[in-house]
Each structure stands twice: as C-alpha cells, then as structure tokens.
C-alpha cells in the first residue's frame, strides 16, 4: 500500500472550486494517497477570514510543503498585494515549471512539446511600485523598480540545466532584453552563460534570444525552441503565448518550485468571465496534478492521467467549450473517470 501523503488544498477563486473538484475526482479514481488540508486564500480568504493569506493557510503549507491550488483573485490597480507572488515569496518558490505540450493533434501547431522556467521571486514583477504627483494630480508619475540578483538567477538557472537534463532535453535558450535593460536583464544572461561554462558545456547546448524576437519566432516556429529559461515578467507572458500553441489556457499547467514547498496550480486565473457557469476546462489543473504525482515519485499514476486525459479528448472526443466540444466541466471530468476506471 502505497503511504499516505499530506498535502494543502486551495479551491481558490471564480472557476477554482468548479475544477479543483473536477480534479480531486480524477485523483481519486486513481486511488492517489494524498491526505488534503482544505485552506482558503485569495478573495475567498478576504470574504472568510479577512485576509487574502491567513495565518493558517500559510501553516498548513508549512507543514506538508505540498500544495494544489486553485487560481486567486488579484484586483487590478489598487487592492490587495497578490496571494500567488505572496505564496512564492513566503516558500521561496524560485522556480515556475511551464511544460507546453501539444494533447489534441491537428490544430493549427502540432507536436509542441517546450518548457518554460520562469524565475518567480525578482524582477519587475516584485511590485515594488509608487506614484509620484504633480500638482493636483497624485498619479502624475508612475514608477517601478525591478530586481534581479546574481544569486537568485544563479538558483533558477542551476534548476533549468539541471531539469533539463534530468529529463532528456537538448537545448536551454536564455530569453533577455540585455540590449536595453542592461543591467537588469544582462546579469540574468551573463550568470546563465557564466554557469553554462562552469558546470553544463558539453553536457546540454545553450543559446540565447531577445525576449520580442523569442515572441515572434515562438509563433512563426516553436519547434526550434526545447527549454526556455528567462526573468519573471517575460515568463509571464511568453507561457501564455505558449498555452496559445496548444490550445490556450485551459491545457497549461504550472508548478511553483522552491527551496520550501512546491505549490501546482494552472498557468490561468479565476476566469470570472465563466465562473459559476460550469463550463470550465479543468485540464491545466487536471495537468498540473499529474506534475504533483511526478513530484511525489509517483510517476504511474501520472502517466495513466495523462493518457486517460488524452484519450478522453482524442478518442472519445468529449472537450469543453474552450476546446471547441460542447462538454460542461461535470461531463468532461465523468467521461475522464470512467476512462481512468478502466485503464
Ligand atoms: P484568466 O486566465 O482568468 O482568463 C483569461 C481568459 O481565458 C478568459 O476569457 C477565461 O474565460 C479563459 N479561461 C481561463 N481559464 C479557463 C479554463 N480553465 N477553461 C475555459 N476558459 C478559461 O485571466 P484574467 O481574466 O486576466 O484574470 C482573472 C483573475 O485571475 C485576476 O484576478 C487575476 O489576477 C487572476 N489570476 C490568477 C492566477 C493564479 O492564481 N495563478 C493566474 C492568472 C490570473
């Protein structure tokens, strides 16, 4: 019998309930051992408790360093700081794992199969923002500081050759914008090529790219491209371009990776524009579970997810709205089960 594993659950926000339940279905077909400390955070956590990360949110992923989550609600402009890049910064998760893998053949790119290792703790990304007035008005001048460190781009980087290794790939690409952001986006390349010298020459190749060229070349010709490694806004955007590759948000799951914990979530939001509706797509959540089996070793059951999930898609057809089927989340999951069952 396999031991059971404890392990932090956040339904989260708009959709997150809807297919953090799909989920926990799927998991529980395959009989996996996780033990779930249902916690809150985000806006559920200010409607609850107050507070967009209580107190006990934040134990229980002290304890079980394991987490799924749902997506969280972040107001634009004012409001509250974001949970998600509170949660990295508290469990020092360094590392975004964004696989982009084509599941359903025939679209308008076939056989995608990249990674994309987003530092998730510096950069522009850190918030660290404030507006200087003028006059009468207080928002005359807005600005925004970013960080990157030697150290922080050393850790991430380390894991990106090192992950890419451990699972077969040839090439790590560095996307930057040295050319303008000199300093900011020049230590995280000169680190990345300084590191690539001293521990990975002759064991994978490297290259780099400007993050507008990558952009474009990612759309024009994906398949040139294996592991992207790069800062954290540009990781931002390009796993969302990638997610565009494969059949957009829906299919793109994320682990958060860090010297603490290990947080899996989907690459989207809260998506409040369906919420409540139940016509999500719970596959990049469903996929981000299969990278939390893979994290606990138990690499089985990840496989028979994804070919259950692959199979539901491909062989019986059954896809939600996004994908162009006409499956709600409940139909979608049921027909993903009964797959599961039988596999
Ligand atoms: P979003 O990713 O929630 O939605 C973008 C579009 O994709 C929407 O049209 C939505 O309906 C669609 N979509 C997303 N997931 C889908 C799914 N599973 N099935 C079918 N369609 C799906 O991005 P948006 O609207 O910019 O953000 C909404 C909220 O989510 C914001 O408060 C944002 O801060 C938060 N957010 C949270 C994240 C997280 O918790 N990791 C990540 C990204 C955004």
Not at 135 to 164: C, I, K, W, Y
Not at 271 to 280: L, R, T
Request: proline share 5%; aromatic share 6%.
């Amino acid at each position: 019998m396999t031991a059971r594993i404890p392990a932090t659950l956040i339904p989260g926000d708009g959709i997150g309930p809807e297919i953090v339940d799909a989920t926990l279905a799927v998991l529980d077909a395959l009989d996996s051992p996780f033990d779930w400390e249902r916690q809150i955070a985000g806006l559920g956590g200010i409607q609850a408790a107050g507070d967009p990360l209580p107190q006990a949110t934040l134990d229980s992923i002290r304890r079980t360093r394991l987490a799924l989550k749902g997506p969280l609600e972040t107001p634009s402009g004012g409001g509250y700081r974001s949970s998600n890049v509170r949660l990295r910064e508290e469990f020092k998760l360094y590392a975004n794992l964004r696989p982009t893998r084509t599941v359903i053949p025939g679209g308008r790119y076939d056989n995608i199969d990249l990674v994309i290792v987003r530092e998730n703790l510096e950069g522009l990304y850190i918030g660290h923002e404030h507006y200087i007035p003028i006059d009468d008005d207080p928002h005359a001048v807005a600005m925004a500081t970013g960080v990157n460190t030697r150290q922080g781009s050393r850790r991430l980087l380390e894991f990106a050759f090192e992950h890419a290794i451990a699972t077969g790939r040839k090439k790590v690409t560095i996307v930057h914008k040295a050319n303008i952001m000199k300093a900011l986006t020049g230590i995280f390349l000169e680190t990345g090529q300084q590191l690539w010298e001293e521990k990975y020459k002759g064991r994978i190749a490297l290259d780099s790219v400007i993050i507008d060229a990558c952009a474009m070349k990612l759309v024009l010709n994906p398949w040139q491209f294996d592991v992207l490694v790069t800062t954290n806004l540009f990781g931002d955007i390009l796993s969302d371009l990638a997610a565009g590759l494969v059949g957009g948000l829906g299919m793109a799951p994320g682990a958060n990776i860090g010297a603490d914990a290990a947080i899996f979530e989907a690459v989207h939001g809260s998506a409040p524009d369906i919420a409540g509706k139940g016509i999500a797509n719970p596959t990049a959540l469903m996929l981000a579970a299969a990278m939390m089996l893979d994290h606990v070793k138990l690499q089985d059951k990840a496989t028979r997810l994804r070919q259950a999930i692959a199979d539901t898609l491909n062989v019986d057809k059954v896809r939600t709205g996004d994908l162009g089927g006409s499956a709600n989340c409940a139909q979608f999951t049921k027909a993903l089960v009964s797959r599961i069952s039988d596999s």
